[in-house]
């Protein structure tokens, strides 16, 4: 294949070339066609842009052809390329976050193991039993980071029975690391009276197409209602949607 395409002939017969030129390095010739990106065919069908592959810089330009003109006479191709570029940078950037934000939701049960204040540890188990299920959902502004929204209805078993004993308000932000790590930072709002901050650490253990299982550590740190502040640990297990 040669340099260009031959739409004319000379006087002798010979086939006149239409170099097309690089718009980005100016010396690399353009000479084989390659796809368009899919908003030129969506939103610019209309217009008569051509997509290039420049071999010596690696780029792939767009110039505009009318049936009959040189490209390199078509002064219309220097002038949409900053259109294109700006057009083209707004949608490599929606493209690169494609489906984001997007919201993910999750159920879990939380088995606090230990709490300690100024008056030393106390084991879970040691008077009573609390069990915690948080729910919640995840607004994802991108693979990395995101928004979370979880409320924990707390369940405490002693030796007058079970019930609700609190709800934990746990807005928050979440973070997500490679191969399946991630944390979240929460604040802590309990209708109990304490407030506070959680961290958590978590992993996911098997991830599907759909869902995945995870478990984490959160450690809650609580103040108010005139207790003394503490600090905890538990173990958490969850599925992800």
């Known amino acids: 294949m040669v340099n260009g395409s031959a739409h004319n002939k000379t006087a002798d017969g010979a086939p006149v070339v239409n170099i097309r030129y690089c718009p980005k390095c100016k010396t690399g010739t353009l000479y084989e066609r390659v796809p368009r990106a899919w908003w030129v065919k969506t939103f ?15 780029r792939k330009p767009y110039l505009w052809e009318w049936k009959g003109k040189q490209p390199s006479e078509d002064k219309r191709s220097a002038k949409i390329i900053p259109l294109l570029l700006c057009f083209q940078l707004v949608m490599g950037t929606a493209n690169a976050q ?7 939701g999750y159920a879990s049960f939380t088995h606090p193991i230990v709490t300690f204040d100024r008056d030393g540890a106390k084991m879970n188990f040691s008077d009573s039993y609390t069990v915690i299920f948080p729910v919640g959902l995840n607004l994802m502004k991108s693979e990395r980071f995101g928004f979370s929204f979880e409320l924990s209805p707390a369940i405490r078993s002693d030796n007058s029975g079970a019930k609700v004993s609190s709800v934990l308000f746990h807005p928050g932000a979440v973070f ?42 959160p450690f809650p740190v609580r103040f108010g209602n005139s ?12 599925v992800g949607f």
């Open 44 to 58: 610019l069908f209309f217009l008569p842009l051509k997509r290039y592959k420049c071999y010596k810089c690696g």
């Open 176 to 217: 997500r690391f490679d191969k399946g790590f991630g944390m979240a930072g929460r604040l802590a709002f309990d209708t109990s009276g304490r407030f506070g901050f959680t961290t958590v650490f978590n992993k996911v253990l098997i991830k599907r197409e759909t869902h995945n299982y995870w478990v984490a550590v």
């Open 98 to 104: 494609q489906g984001y934000p997007k919201v993910t």
């Open 227 to 238: 207790q003394p502040a503490s600090i905890g640990a538990g173990l958490q297990f969850g």
